[in-house]
């Protein structure tokens, strides 16, 4: 997103994939209405919603015996008044593909930064690695999206702030028969915690688990693992056996931490490279696009002019640390008051807090809008020239 923006202001940008395509399966997968906004200021929405995806005006789950609505988008003041679910591949694939268009934008795929260069105290760019072998970008500024296991920053000696997470999440995925009429869901109940995002052709399933707790799973076999999906979502229990083995389940181990400094003289962090998030909400890839406006917003001009100053560069920092650090905080409140004791076999009662959404549902417009839009929302004002410059 930040190399279309910069592109498309006419700043020269190249972008490193290292895998020669963006197919990596159960990455995020839930664009929210401050992205789709985004895509409405590009010009890009109605295009864009004609992927394949699924639509979720309501965020729903079933506490213990009783089903709860957390979050109602449909009073949005955006375009889009719902959560779309679609692969994270395509809409990277529709971004590249928008970006190709702008002579100023270079993807090289199959293209691995291993090494940072340096000029005297300066980042100066990247030595990475494709087919042909080693090679030498020089950039004015090298950005970091490399995600919550960022070489770049390693390389940079960047300070990691570790905010713990008491959970793993192992997904995987379902059929999802054209009778299924389900909804994009979480279950929660005494120590099992299931989440069901609706992928159109199947059931992309999440089930939470305690920290570190895959190993133990494992060790009691498939089948037992089959045998708790099943009693936990019975309308899943005629096809667990399509789990036939373990290479089936994906695991995430979730952090949650941020850097203490976002930048170096000539470098800078954003998304989960800058701030690992919890995928409660789903709001990882949705922070990550708005440091990317934001970025784009503050660093076009100084890109113009070459080298940023580390003042410019600390600007993106301050405007993003604020929505950063709170969602964080409310998001290790619910692991912490909510996941973690529900995975530990406490009795799913509701918070006093979801009981007040239930019994005054238009305030269930206010979780829809930290969710959906966020703390602060980013708005284009990067400029589309077309032409581009010297600067990279």
């Known amino acids: 997103m ?40 590009l010009g890009l929405y109605d295009e864009f919603l004609r992927l394949p995806h699924a639509k979720a005006s309501l965020l729903r789950a079933r506490l213990g015996d009783r089903m709860v609505t957390m979050a109602d988008f449909r009073r949005l003041p955006t375009r889009a008044k719902f959560v779309a679910f679609l692969p994270q591949w395509d809409f990277l694939d529709f971004l590249a593909a928008r970006a190709r268009a702008l002579p100023a934008f270079e993807l090289r795929l199959a293209t691995e930064a291993t090494e940072l ?10 030595v990475a690695r494709d087919a042909d072998g080693a090679i030498a970008i020089h950039a004015d500024l090298t950005i970091a999206c490399d995600g919550r296991s960022s070489r770049l920053r390693d390389l940079a000696g960047m300070t990691v702030q570790r905010l713990g997470a008491p ?16 909804e994009t869901m979480g279950t929660f109940d005494r120590g099992q915690i299931l989440i069901q995002i609706d992928r159109g052709t199947h059931w992309q399933c999440a089930s939470v688990i305690a920290k570190g707790g895959a190993a133990a799973l494992q060790a009691q076999g498939i089948e037992s693992f089959r045998a708790g999906i099943a009693a936990l979502a019975p309308a899943l229990a005629d096809r667990v056996h399509e789990l036939t083995d373990w290479t ?33 909400g ?10 990317a406006v934001a970025a784009a917003n503050l660093l076009h001009e100084p890109l113009r002019r070459g080298r940023v100053p580390v003042a410019e560069l600390a600007r993106v920092q301050a405007r993003r640390l604020w929505p950063t650090r709170v969602t964080q905080r409310l998001q290790l409140f619910v692991q912490d008051r909510v996941i973690a004791r529900v995975l530990a076999g406490a009795a ?35 400029p589309e020239c077309g032409a581009s410059t010297d600067s990279r």
């Open 248 to 280: 089936m389940v994906k695991l995430l181990s979730v952090a949650v931490d941020r850097l203490s400094c976002w930048h170096r003289d000539g470098f800078l962090c954003l998304g989960a490279a800058a701030h690992a998030m919890s995928p409660l």
């Open 348 to 382: 799913v009662r509701p918070p006093f807090v979801v009981k007040l959404l239930q019994w005054l549902p238009f305030l269930q417009r206010l979780p829809a809008r930290l969710i959906g839009l966020g703390l602060r929302p980013e708005h284009i004002r990067s």
């Open 282 to 291: 789903g709001v990882g890839v949705n922070l990550a696009i708005q440091d």
């Open 2 to 41: 930040l190399g279309f923006l910069l592109a498309r202001a006419g700043i020269v940008v190249v972008v490193l994939e290292k895998h020669g395509d963006f197919l990596r399966d159960f990455r995020g997968v839930t664009i929210h209405p401050s992205t789709l906004e985004l895509m409405h200021e």
């Open 117 to 126: 260069l340096r000029d005297g105290e300066r980042i100066a760019g990247v």
């Open 167 to 182: 959970m793993d999440v192992l997904w995987f995925r379902l059929a999802k028969p054209a009778s299924d009429h389900g």
